[in-house]
């Protein structure tokens, strides 16, 4: 039982990188009882299969490569995956992303659509994505 969901675990993370509270869910929904779960989640721990710390780093890469995210979007989607605050300050610490180029790229791509010829609409959409007021004001008044 324990080595069929291993293998299981171990087909799940060949997909992309997870979090340890990811695998741990997955193996939950599986039906595997918590003492499963814990034996599972340390033999990946030890061999490096699973490390929240690497998990964080890789996100906040693939996500910068992938799309234009602030970092409070960044640190929001890595809560959800349950990363330690520390892990998560450190990697956002790391991240020598300019916030305001992001965002003047953004309005670049974004000027282009009918719906956000508005100041006041695009105002409001940078805001939900995440980027602070001083920030999306600096970069629109320039």
């Known amino acids: 039982e ?3 969901a291993y293998m299981r675990v171990l087909d799940y993370l060949s997909r992309r990188p997870r979090s340890r509270w990811e695998v741990g869910q997955y193996l939950l929904r599986k039906g ?3 003492n499963t779960i814990t034996k599972i989640l340390n033999r ?3 061999r490096g299969y699973i490390d929240d710390n690497k998990f964080a780093e890789s996100w906040v890469r693939s996500r910068r ?4 995210v602030s970092k409070r979007r960044l640190v929001d989607e890595l809560r959800q995956k349950h990363v330690s605050s520390a892990d998560i300050s450190r990697v956002i610490r790391d991240d ?3 916030e305001q180029e992001v965002l003047r790229q953004i309005i670049d791509r974004k000027k282009q ?3 956000y ?3 006041t609409k695009l105002k409001a959409y940078l805001l939900r994505q995440g980027f602070s ?3 999306v004001n600096i970069v629109m008044n320039e």
Request: aromatic share 4%; net charge negative.
């Open 113 to 115: 659509q009918t719906r």
């Open 96 to 98: 020598k992303t300019d």
């Open 117 to 119: 010829q508005d100041q």
């Open 44 to 46: 990946l721990s030890k």
């Open 65 to 68: 490569a992938l799309k234009h």
């Open 2 to 4: 324990d080595d069929k």
């Open 32 to 34: 595997h009882n918590d």
């Open 133 to 135: 007021y001083d920030d």
